[in-house]
């Protein structure tokens, strides 16, 4: 099955500065790959996805590349702000496929973002 | 749209009692999905139904677990006995399977046994 391994763990930034965080998947099957972030005590949200059949999408301050080649994606934040902190997942689908339909989450980062 | 709809919020019990965890999905969506978070397992999946029917339960942790979706709008999650290691967060999800939408979380069920 799908193996998504999420670095870093952490990440303390500074307010105004850039966060990358990056993503390795496994099934080169996998074609849709979101991105969630989740507040403390609250539900995942989605705040950005990609398609397979695209190499980078750019929402506002936040942006998300994939190599499918090296089986990669990364999530870009600029000019971080405090409410970006929470903790944010990304995740690999067979979307569209009956069978694989299913999300395989990365172990998660916790971003700070210090004033 | 209310979005997905779990209850209850949070759940004490105590162990070897049944445990029954409900989720309604948006309506329209036809894939539902069970999550269980924890801080050492992160995000794990551990069913999902498509149009009613599971697919793929290769994650229930054990035969303690089982889930049920009797129709469109209404899948449970059931721990029977429970154990203070099922102490979690459970989340349902739901998505269309052909639409170009995202995944939506509900707010989930803080499960806590003790």
């Known amino acids: 099955g799908e193996n998504v391994e999420q670095h870093p763990s952490t990440l303390s930034v500074q307010e105004g500065d850039s966060a990358v965080i990056k993503c390795t998947y496994s099934?080169?099957?996998?074609?849709?790959f979101p991105w969630y972030k989740q507040e403390l005590g609250k539900r995942p949200q989605l705040i950005i996805d990609?398609?397979?059949?695209?190499g980078e999408k750019k929402d506002q301050r936040i942006a998300v590349t994939l190599n499918k080649t090296a089986k990669h994606f990364s999530l870009h934040i600029t000019e971080t702000q405090p409410e970006d902190s929470a903790v944010y997942f990304c995740?690999?689908?067979?979307?569209?496929?009956?069978?694989?339909?299913?999300?395989?989450f990365g172990g998660g980062t916790r971003v700070l973002v210090k004033p | 749209d209310a979005g997905v709809i779990q209850s209850p919020r949070h759940e004490v019990t105590e162990m070897g009692q049944e445990v029954t965890l409900r989720c309604k999905p948006i309506?329209?969506?036809?894939?539902l999905f069970w999550y269980r978070q924890t801080m050492m397992r992160g995000l794990e999946l551990l069913i999902y139904?498509?149009?009613?029917?599971?697919?793929?339960d290769s994650g229930m942790p054990e035969d303690r677990f089982s889930a049920k979706m009797p129709n469109a709008s209404f899948s449970t999650l059931k721990i029977q006995p429970s154990e203070p290691r099922d102490s979690a967060v459970y989340f349902c999800?739901?998505?269309?399977?052909?639409?170009?939408?995202?995944?939506?979380f509900g707010s989930g069920t803080r499960l806590t046994v003790v």
């Open positions: 999800a739901s998505t269309p399977g052909t639409a170009n939408y995202g995944y939506t």
């Open positions: 099934d080169s099957a996998s074609n849709y």
């Open positions: 990609i398609r397979s059949n695209v």
């Open positions: 995740a690999a689908s067979q979307r569209w496929k009956a069978a694989g339909n299913k999300l395989t």
């Open positions: 309506s329209g969506h036809d894939y």
């Open positions: 139904f498509n149009n009613n029917v599971p697919i793929d």
